[in-house]
């Protein structure tokens, strides 16, 4: 009865006296005895690439605020120090240290560590797409056609997309072709550059060597464009009356650069929350929904990186 079961013999008078004495003494269960009981931990833990990454705030915010609601603590490791028979690994493993695993580790868990972690009965929920496993993701694809639309609209006609490599990448790149498909437009090929500030500057290099020189550019990951703008003032482009830049991500840094850098906002609080639920549902073995998260959608914020064309290049 102190646990919320109903099964207890008690006579119902009983079981309201010791319940409003409980109220009154302000006790708490024991959740270490709870957990004993249930064979569960009251912990899981996430492995993201990069734990550092400013992109990652909102998700960490959202997991432990939806783990919390769970009565669970969250386990936090880096994607960058897991190797297969490594230590942190093989304590994450092991038998009573979590009730289940989040991982968003954008292709960096190698083949072995994968396996190591399937071959234990641990649920596992991936916060990206997957193929052999329970996922759930924001919209990336989504993400690339709104960025692009967005310079459609503002008459740019030489649009190229930039950064980036792996699944994630791509999406976001097929919705930048979907969105210059529907304007009657010529994709650019994708300038997969990789991830971070260099990768930015090493787009906009790349992109400004093409026969026809773009006027504006999709950056795949947005502190990548950090690394556009830096490059743009090397190269003595002015942003956005030259080129103009909108990112996938935002951060607060973003607004705070000159110009202050137009961002497509993804969802990653929400990631985090949805990704909990259907932790959960696994832990508790029901089967997860996972998919991509569609409501909300990736959101434009519109600064200064980005403006009009006045005169349109055919």
Do not use: C
């Not at 079981?15 to 302000?26: S, W």
């Not at 709104?146 to 190229?160: E, K």
């Not at 906009?204 to 026809?212: D, G």
């Not at 956005?240 to 850098?261: E, F, T």
Request: hydrophobic content about 40%; charged content about 20%.
């Amino acid at each position: 009865m102190v646990n919320g079961t109903s099964h207890t013999r008690m006579k119902e008078s009983t079981r309201t006296r010791v319940l409003q004495a409980m109220q009154e003494l302000g006790y708490q269960p024991n959740r270490t005895a709870r957990s004993l009981r249930l064979n569960q931990t009251d912990m899981i833990a996430m492995i993201l690439n990069k734990i550092d990454n400013p992109v990652y705030g909102p998700l960490r915010h959202g997991v432990y605020e939806a783990a919390a609601e769970h009565g669970a603590t969250v386990l936090l490791g880096d994607a960058e120090t897991m190797r297969s028979g490594s230590q942190f690994l093989t304590r994450l493993l092991s038998q009573g240290t979590v009730d289940g695993i989040l991982i968003r580790g954008e292709g960096l868990l190698d083949d072995d560590v994968m396996a190591e972690l399937r071959s234990h009965p641990k649920p596992i929920l991936i916060l990206e797409h997957a193929l052999d496993h329970p996922w759930i993701d924001v919209d990336d694809r989504r993400a690339g056609e709104i960025a692009t639309r967005f310079l459609v609209n503002l008459s740019h006609r030489h649009i190229v997309f930039v950064g980036g490599s792996g699944y994630l990448s791509q999406q976001r790149y097929l919705g930048y072709q979907q969105a210059m498909d529907a304007a009657g437009l010529t994709p650019a090929p994708h300038l997969a550059t990789g991830f971070g500030e260099q990768a930015g500057a090493d787009g906009l290099r790349q992109a400004m060597q093409a026969a026809t020189a773009p006027t504006a550019i999709v950056v795949n990951n947005i502190m990548s464009a950090v690394g556009v703008l830096a490059a743009a003032r090397d190269l003595g482009i002015a942003i956005p009356d030259q080129l103009s830049v909108v990112g996938i991500h935002d951060v607060d840094l973003m607004q705070h650069l000159r110009p202050a850098v137009t961002a497509v906002r993804m969802p990653m609080y929400q990631l985090g929350r949805a990704g909990v639920e259907a932790l959960y549902d696994l832990i508790a073995g029901r089967p997860s929904a996972g998919g991509v998260i569609t409501d909300p959608e990736p959101e434009l914020v519109i600064r200064d990186s980005a403006t009009a064309l006045t005169r349109v290049r055919d």
